[in-house]
Each structure stands twice: as structure tokens, then as C-alpha cells.
Nanobody, 125 residues
Framework: QVQLVESGGGLVQAGGSLRLSCAAS????????MGWFRQASGKEREFVAA????????YYASSVKGRFTISRDNAKNLVFLQVNSLKPEDTAVYYC??????????????????WGQGTQVTVSS
């Protein structure tokens, strides 16, 4: 089984920044796409960002493009999400996920098979 342990969430003012981290174990980390999703209260879990196996390609939801940056350190089995210029609408629980080995896409929940417990990001105005 894959275990994902997340950290870095917190309460920040609008315009602030955070660096979310996800530590993975139990799987060959470098062989899988990694993604970040978020879920606001009462809403569906939505795609935020994804990064390819090598880290050479990244993908972002239009709502976070230019503000968030996903990265990975395969040697340390870590994936990060740098979140800048935060807005109140970014408030949500943020989840790290491991991509399915044979998945073609990267923006749907079904493209991933293991998930972290989530870390809360709250942005005040």
C-alpha cells in the first residue's frame, strides 16, 4: 500500500503563501504521476495540479495557474505545492494523490488510486 503524509497547511491572510508537502512511501515514487486536489466545504473534490513522473511536465487548473507551483523530489519521495497570492476562495482541504500506473489523464479523481489525509488551508480576507 502507498502511504501519503501531508503537511504545511494553515491559516493565512489573503495574499499570503504556503508550501504544502507530501511524503510518499510504499511504492516506487518516481514511476507515478502525482497530483494535488482540493475540496471546499460542501463542494466536490477538484483538480488543482499534477506533475509527470520525471517532473518535466506540470499541469494546472485554470483557477490556480500562475499562482501555484507543483514540484517533486524523487530522491526523497516528496511532492510539493507552493501556493502564492492566496485568495479566500482557495480555502479548502488539500489532498495529495498517486496516479494510477496506466492512467492516461491527470485531472480526474479516477486517474489516481491513493490519497493522503488532507491538510487544511484557510485564507482570511
Amino acid at each position: 500500500q502507498v502511504q501519503l503524509v501531508e503537511s504545511g497547511g494553515g491559516l493565512v491572510q489573503a495574499g499570503g503563501s504556503l508550501r504544502l508537502s507530501c511524503a510518499a512511501s510504499g511504492r516506487t515514487f518516481s514511476s507515478y504521476t502525482m497530483g494535488w486536489f482540493r475540496q471546499a466545504s460542501g463542494k466536490e473534490r477538484e483538480f488543482v495540479a499534477a506533475i509527470s513522473r520525471s517532473g518535466d511536465n506540470t499541469y494546472y487548473a485554470s483557477s490556480v495557474k500562475g499562482r501555484f507551483t507543483i514540484s517533486r523530489d524523487n530522491a526523497k519521495n516528496l511532492v510539493f505545492l507552493q501556493v502564492n497570492s492566496l485568495k479566500p476562495e482557495d480555502t479548502a482541504v488539500y489532498y495529495c494523490a498517486t496516479g494510477r500506473y496506466y492512467s492516461i489523464g491527470y485531472s480526474s479523481r479516477g486517474d489516481y488510486d491513493y490519497w493522503g489525509q488532507g491538510t487544511q488551508v484557510t485564507v482570511s480576507s
